[in-house]
Each structure stands twice: as C-alpha cells, then as structure tokens.
C-alpha cells in the first residue's frame, strides 16, 4: 500500500518525545498546530494504544502501533502551558495500565471544544524562548495505489476521446463503467 499518510521524516514516535522531554523537563511544553499556538489551559485528556492490521484493495497487508494523544485546547485562568516533565508524568502513569510501543507511531487529536478533532503527527521537539515547541501537522487520509489510480482515471479526457489508443474499452459495457468512472 503507497500510503499518504505513511510517518513522514517530520513524524516523532512517543520514545523520541519522550527521550526529549527528559533533557528538558522544566521547559513548558507548546503545542503549535493550524499556524496558532494551543492555549496555556490545554490539557491530556487520553492517551490510547493501537494495533492495526490492514489489507488494502490490492491485498497488500499491513500492520503498526500508533499511540493517539488527545489534547483539548482551551484556556484556564491563571493558567501557563504545561511544563514537559508532567506531560512525561501523564505518559508514565497512562503506561502503568496501558502498553504503549515507544517506537509506535504518535498521533495527536485535538479539539477546542468547539470544532470536531483533527488529527495531527508532530515534529521533533525545538527549545527556544524557555519553551519546548513541538509542530503539529494535518495527518493526510490514506490513498492505496488502487485509488489513486482510480483518481488519475478521473481526471482524463472522456472515453470517446480515448477509444482509439491501444487498449481502450471497445465493449458497450466497458465504455459504460468509464463514463461512471469519469462522473
């Protein structure tokens, strides 16, 4: 499966954030995601584990870890971002009654309370400002080779134009599929 949403080199596993956040415990920790910084009220509000196993249309199988961190983004009074070390203390104590895979893929789902949640992979940790910053990308939606073929197919000119190249649907029934496929 040639998946879009496969980790890009940008994508930190939760062993690498965590290995960072050690360094720097007393920084407080930014979330920066949508071009705007989360606010200084944000909190965890879960952390689940997940195994997957797939098989996309081509029968090409697949499997992964993904860690999901969800964070609600709102702000308190009186409150500042978080320092990183708790947000390695809320890790810690989700591991004492879930496995996580450090090496598993990390997702974050966050929310203001007012849009639905978005699903993001994060980049590796910069310091800078007395903080931790930490940017959150939009994850993209999967596309197998399958598809994204069956996209390309859309966008071509339409099966009248395309009936004299080698190969081309010559049945009634084949040319019908095509016109479907080109709505």
Same mark, same amino acid.
């Given at each position: 499966?040639?998946?879009?949403?496969?980790?890009?080199?940008?994508?930190?596993?939760?062993?690498?954030?965590?290995?960072?956040? *050690?360094?720097?415990?007393?920084?407080?920790?930014?979330?920066?995601?949508?071009?705007?910084?989360?606010?200084?009220?944000?909190?965890?509000?879960?952390?689940?584990?997940?195994?997957?196993?797939?098989?996309?249309?081509?029968?090409?199988?697949?499997?992964?870890?993904?860690?999901?961190? !969800?964070?609600?983004?709102?702000?308190?009074?009186?409150?500042?971002?978080?320092?990183?070390?708790?947000?390695?203390?809320?890790?810690?104590?989700?591991?004492?009654?879930?496995?996580?895979?450090?090496?598993?893929?990390?997702?974050?789902?966050?929310?203001?309370?007012?849009?639905?949640?978005?699903?993001?992979? *994060?980049?590796?940790?910069?310091?800078?400002? @007395?903080?931790?910053?930490?940017?959150?990308?939009?994850?993209? !939606?999967?596309?197998?080779?399958?598809?994204? @073929?069956?996209?390309?197919?859309?966008? !071509?000119?339409?099966?009248?134009?395309?009936?004299?190249?080698?190969? *081309? *649907?010559?049945?009634?029934?084949?040319?019908?599929?095509?016109?479907?496929?080109?709505?």
């Amino acid at each position: 499966m040639d998946a879009i949403d496969k980790p890009l080199s940008s994508d930190i596993s939760l062993g690498l954030l965590l290995e960072a956040i *050690a360094a720097s415990p007393d920084l407080s920790l930014v979330f920066r995601y949508d071009g705007r910084l989360v606010k200084p009220g944000y909190h965890v509000t879960e952390v689940k584990a997940g195994h997957f196993s797939a098989l996309d249309c081509g029968a090409n199988p697949e499997a992964w870890a993904e860690i999901f961190v !969800q964070l609600w983004d709102v702000e308190e009074d009186g409150r500042t971002h978080m320092p990183a070390g708790k947000f390695a203390a809320i890790i810690r104590k989700v591991s004492e009654h879930v496995k996580l895979d450090g090496s598993a893929k990390l997702t974050f789902e966050v929310s203001d309370g007012m849009q639905p949640m978005q699903l993001y992979c *994060a980049s590796f940790p910069t310091t800078g400002d @007395g903080a931790m910053h930490i940017e959150l990308f939009r994850v993209r !939606q999967a596309a197998s080779r399958e598809t994204a @073929g069956w996209r390309n197919k859309r966008k !071509q000119p339409p099966a009248a134009n395309r009936r004299t190249r080698p190969g *081309a *649907a010559t049945s009634r029934r084949q040319r019908g599929v095509e016109q479907h496929l080109l709505r």
